[in-house]
């Protein structure tokens, strides 16, 4: 699903962000990405994403080199991963339905469709009830489970979360990683940054390890600082993400 090979990323202003980062998370693998701020985190996501680009190396997502993807294709290679930011970026002046909506609308889907998908996504994070809310009448849990509504509405493959729950306390929290799990559950890969270390030393998943640009450690969190099991295919599935549960 995602694989890096001597991946570098240098931003304009000389920073070295990335120094040669390898790495391979399999379709239906949960996993963690931790570390210092700045140590590089974002960046990789962003590079997956197609928000930056490498400087050097190969990325590979879902089969495909994003080296070799031309600026006009980005949309259709962003259509096949749901992001999800710490500030869940909604759109204050419109209602929550309007916000999940958003990235059916731009990929052209019919009005009814539309309509079914959102309140599908909505009832998954619990939130039916409030599709002609605004964002600001939430709370900022519900807020963040809008944002999870909006990345999952289109059924993407792949999900990748900037530090999910940094602004929510940890019952919160907690909530919001049960989500990702059932999303886990039938199939869907995701791959989430965060500096939260109670919480990841709850969760027994995957965490790569960053720090000054490089992948330090790959192991599985509760062996983390006890042993150093290093983790390596275990985590792969064969579940089927077009299953999405609700979803149909
Ligand atoms: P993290 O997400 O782990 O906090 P980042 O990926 O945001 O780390 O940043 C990695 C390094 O790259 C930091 O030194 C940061 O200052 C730098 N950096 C991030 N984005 C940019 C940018 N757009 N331009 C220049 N430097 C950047």
Redesign the pocket.
């Given at each position: 699903m995602i694989e890096f090979a001597e991946v570098s990323k240098r931003?304009p202003?000389g920073?070295d962000?990335l120094r040669k980062v390898n790495l391979k998370i399999d379709s239906g693998e949960m996993a963690f990405l931790t570390?210092h701020?700045?140590?590089?985190?974002?960046?990789m996501l962003k590079l997956i994403c197609l928000m930056e680009r490498a400087t050097s190396g190969q990325v590979i997502i879902n089969g495909k080199n994003l080296n070799r993807i031309k600026s006009r294709k980005i949309p259709s290679i962003r259509r096949d991963i749901g992001m999800i930011f710490q500030d869940h970026r909604l759109l204050f002046d419109r209602s929550v339905f309007d916000n999940v909506a958003l990235p059916l609308m731009i990929a052209g889907y019919p009005h009814r469709e539309i309509g079914r998908r959102v309140r599908a996504a909505l009832d998954k994070v619990g939130l039916l009830s409030k599709e002609k809310s605004t964002p600001i009448m939430l709370s900022g849990g519900e807020q963040q489970r809008v944002g999870i509504a909006r990345a999952v509405v289109n059924k993407p493959p792949l999900l990748l979360a900037d530090e999910p729950t940094g602004n929510l306390d940890p019952e919160l929290s907690a909530e919001i990683m049960k989500l990702f799990e059932q999303f886990n559950q039938v199939g869907v890969s995701l791959l989430i940054?965060s500096h939260d270390l109670s919480l990841l030393a709850k969760m027994n998943y995957r965490t790569l390890v960053?720090k000054e640009g490089q992948l330090v450690q790959d192991a599985v969190e509760s062996a983390i600082g006890g042993g150093n099991r290093f983790s390596d295919d275990s985590f792969s599935s064969n579940n089927d993400p077009e299953n999405y549960g609700e979803f149909s």
């Open positions: 931003y202003n920073q962000a570390g701020s700045g140590a590089g985190k974002s960046t940054a960053m």
